[in-house]
């Protein structure tokens, strides 16, 4: 791949454009630039990256073989119309969105464009920081097979895994990464007002639970869900899930006792896989009949 038709652009220039731009650049990648709606974002990403920021979209995309579009989700399609009329032949269009698809750049195919979701499965939290952990981000790739290869190249470049998603799967795709992240910390929050319930201070029942949660966390990184997997669930211990059931619904807590019915079932079905032997139907049963 010649590095001299790789040059990349980006339109907006929040947490992911300044966070991608600076990791590409790290990496040794060709950034021509930033254009944003603020013109001082624009400047600052600019120089962030050690690259130029532009005063209209039309000329960052001219100097540019890759279009990064790092907007929010529901101004990708926008941004794509905003650039639609320029000289986009043999160009490559990017967004970064878990939710969806290269299909949000409808019509490319007039243009002589390739268009492509590339995800990075990571938190870009902190504008300026998160560029030093992407090393260790797993991506997704999603579009047009023909300059697919480009994509490829460019991810092995950063040594960064990857694998490729068809595009009807990514509203699943990015259930998943919600489950794990964001509704995680639902998860949390409901646990630690339960403790809040008992009588515990909020500070104490937040803190109190890191470690269990970290450690759970680095049990299955290390060993993955089966072998993480502890308590009365694994136990197929029935008297203390029926306790657990009761002292919610004394409480009225239904919320939480709905969710622990669930993700119980859930627990059971890797429980299963762990011990082959073990019947679990009598646990089944409570979870399914308790109201």
């Known amino acids: 791949m010649n590095d001299n038709n790789l040059t990349i652009g980006f339109i907006g220039a929040g947490r992911v454009g ?55 989700d529901a101004n990708i399609y926008d941004v794509f119309l905003q650039i639609k009329n320029c000289d986009l032949k043999d160009k490559i269009l990017c967004h970064c969105s878990g939710a969806l698809s290269s299909q949000v750049f409808s019509g490319i195919e007039t243009t002589g464009a390739c268009g492509y979701s590339i995800h990075p499965i990571f938190a870009i939290n902190d504008k300026e920081n998160s560029y030093k952990d992407v090393s260790k981000a797993f991506f997704t790739v999603e579009g047009n097979p023909e300059k697919m290869w480009i994509i490829e190249e460019i991810l092995q470049r950063l040594k960064n895994p990857f694998q490729v998603i068809r595009s009807e799967q990514k509203h699943k795709y990015h259930a998943s990464l919600v489950m794990a992240s964001n509704l995680v910390i639902g998860l949390y929050h409901m ?101």
Not at 225 to 251: F, M, S, Y
Request: glycine share 4%.
């Open 18 to 72: 300044c966070t991608l731009g600076r990791y590409f650049f790290a990496n040794k990648l060709r950034i021509s630039g930033y254009y944003s709606k603020t013109y001082a974002h624009a400047r600052e990403a600019a120089e962030f990256t050690r690259s130029r920021f532009y005063d209209t979209i039309q000329d960052v995309v001219k100097d540019s073989r890759i279009i990064f579009i790092t907007v929010p």
């Open 191 to 291: 646990a630690s007002q339960l403790l809040g319930e008992c009588g515990l201070s909020e500070s104490f029942a937040q803190q109190a639970l890191l470690p269990l949660f970290l450690n759970n966390a680095a049990n299955i990184a290390k060993n993955g869900c089966c072998e993480a997997l502890t308590g009365p669930i694994d136990r197929n211990d029935v008297d203390t899930v029926q306790e657990h059931l009761t002292a919610l619904k004394n409480e009225c807590n239904f919320s939480a006792m709905n969710v622990y019915k669930e993700l119980s079932r859930e627990l059971i079905q890797i429980s299963k896989e762990k011990y082959i032997d073990r019947d679990y139907k009598e646990l089944e049963t409570i979870l399914n009949d308790f109201h």
